[in-house]
């Protein structure tokens, strides 16, 4: 079975702050892709990144990056010098690759970050 | 162009009642997927339309959940006879079906609250 863990429930740090967000997921496959989605206080979810298990290349857009490590099965996410605007419940989520295309989600619990002025 | 888009909003109804929630999928998207999450648990898949088909059922918790999506096109949730622990919020996320052996991003609508008192 697959399964996502984010051990973090609640992150609060100081704008211009540097801070990681922990992933670490399970699954017997060798083909998956994990996604990332930020969950603003408007409600909706917005999808931030895909990768699958083949790449394993850092990704940075902007002050976001992200570190795949099959090694430690994590897909962790780090946002540089936070903002206020990124005050959000963010989702990390993993789908299986075997059967070709588009599967169920499964997902973490989510981890609140709050970033003060 | 327009997102995944839900309804309604809110809906507070009373055990043993019926709630039917509506979800309008990106236009051209085949696959559709309903979520829901318990206040404070992980995001958990309930099942997966392909254009009208049901691909897959899998986290239908009860036969008390009846999923349509007549004609391919938006798809409806109903929830009869609503229990309390049916409370929570309902998602809904489409992804286009270009199939072609890969994983494909889920869009997310803004979410249906359900409580059932």
């Known amino acids: 079975a697959q399964k996502v863990t984010q051990a973090q429930t609640e992150i609060s740090v100081v704008e211009k702050e540097d801070v990681t967000l922990d992933c670490v997921y399970e699954t017997r496959d060798t083909t998956y892709y994990l996604f990332w989605y930020k969950q603003p206080p408007s409600g909706e979810l917005v999808f931030l990144i895909r990768r699958n298990s083949f790449d394993e290349q850092n990704e940075i857009s902007g002050r976001y990056s992200w570190n795949f490590q099959k090694s430690t099965s994590s897909f962790n996410f780090t946002i540089t010098a936070s903002q206020v605007v990124d005050s959000a419940v963010y989702f990390c989520?993993?789908?299986?690759?075997?059967?070709?295309?588009?599967?169920?989600?499964?997902f973490g619990k989510g981890i609140t970050l709050s970033v003060r002025p | 162009e327009a997102g995944v888009t839900q309804f309604p909003s809110h809906s507070v109804i009373e055990k043993g009642q019926t709630v039917t929630l509506r979800c309008d999928p990106i236009s051209g998207h085949d696959n559709l997927y309903w979520y829901r999450r318990v206040m404070g648990k992980e995001i958990k898949f309930l099942l997966h339309?392909?254009?009208?088909?049901?691909?897959?059922e899998s986290g239908m918790p009860n036969n008390r959940f009846l999923a349509e999506r007549t004609g391919g096109t938006y798809s409806t949730l109903k929830v009869q006879p609503a229990e309390l622990e049916d409370s929570g919020v309902y998602f809904c996320?489409?992804?286009?079906?270009?199939?072609?052996?890969?994983?494909?991003?889920?869009?997310f609508g803004p979410g249906t609250r359900l409580l059932v008192l």
């Open positions: 339309f392909v254009k009208e088909s049901k691909q897959d």
């Open positions: 989520a993993l789908s299986e690759g075997k059967r070709g295309a588009n599967s169920k989600l499964t």
């Open positions: 996320a489409s992804s286009l079906g270009l199939s072609g052996g890969k994983q494909e991003t889920q869009y």
